[in-house]
């Protein structure tokens, strides 16, 4: 199994900055991709941004410019710094993880941080 430890979630005035952080830990081998998601209240989960281990990343063209997603492989951690943040950004804030055995793909995720953006 794999845990992921989420971090950095809070409440930020429009216009500032946030950092989430989200470490995996457990059974963490072959860890391919890392990512972000989110849901806001009264609507569907959605993509924020994915990173593969190779360093490749997807972006929402929602967060596209003022998001940025990065890894460290060897921590096994992805991070989301969030500039610029809107009040359309507030939504609790789901780490993801992908992990391939050899045989098959398995899916993880955090419980979720909330992002609150409001004056």
């Known amino acids: 199994q794999v845990q992921l430890a989420e971090s950095g979630g809070g409440l930020v005035q429009p216009g500032g900055f946030l950092r989430l952080s989200c470490a995996a830990s457990?059974?963490?081998?072959?860890?391919?991709?890392m990512g972000w998601y989110r849901q806001a209240p009264g609507k569907q989960r959605e993509l924020v941004a994915t990173i593969t281990s190779g360093g490749s990343t997807n972006y929402a063209d929602s967060v596209k410019g003022r998001f940025t997603i990065s890894r460290d492989n060897a921590k096994n951690t992805v991070y989301l710094q969030m500039n610029s943040l809107k009040p359309e950004d507030t939504a609790v804030y789901y780490c993801?993880?992908?992990?391939?055995?050899?045989?098959?793909?398995?899916?993880?995720w955090g419980q979720g941080t909330q992002v609150t953006v409001s004056s």
């Open positions: 993801n993880a992908d992990q391939f055995n050899g045989l098959r793909i398995r899916n993880y």
């Open positions: 457990g059974s963490i081998f072959a860890i391919t991709g």
